[in-house]
């Protein structure tokens, strides 16, 4: 059973840059595929973009806008998101996830993933 953690949400202005950290307590083969993903209030949970940790290949959903990046460490079991010049739309609680790989991308879709973290809040507003 993986166990994924988030952390490095907050409340920013406009904007603002912010990191969000993801550490998993392991990574096996059932966990090859990671992912960021998002819920606003009254929305429903949308992806951000997703890394295989075996090939480092990453794939963004529009989401992404080219402000939100993902990355990858894999010496310290955690997974990042690079979030910057942030909008008030960018508020939501953010999630990290894990899942099996099969393809070299890695889904961005909710189904594809068996292990989520407990999400951190980012709130985005002047």
């Known amino acids: 059973q993986v166990q994924l953690v988030e952390s490095g949400g907050g409340s920013v202005q406009p904007g603002a840059s912010l990191t969000l950290s993801c550490t998993a307590s392991?990574?096996?083969?059932?966990?090859?595929?990671l992912g960021w993903f998002r819920q606003a209030p009254g929305k429903e949970r949308e992806a951000i973009a997703s890394i295989n940790r075996r090939f480092g290949s990453t794939h963004s959903a529009d989401s992404a806008e080219g402000r939100l990046a993902i990355s990858l460490d894999n010496a310290k079991n955690t997974m990042y998101l690079q979030m910057n010049s942030l909008k008030s739309e960018d508020t939501a609680m953010y999630y990290c996830a894990a899942g099996p790989s099969s393809l070299v991308y890695c889904p961005l879709n909710e189904r594809g993933y068996n292990f989520w973290g407990q999400g951190t809040q980012v709130t985005v507003s002047s």
């Open positions: 392991e990574y096996t083969d059932s966990s090859a595929c």
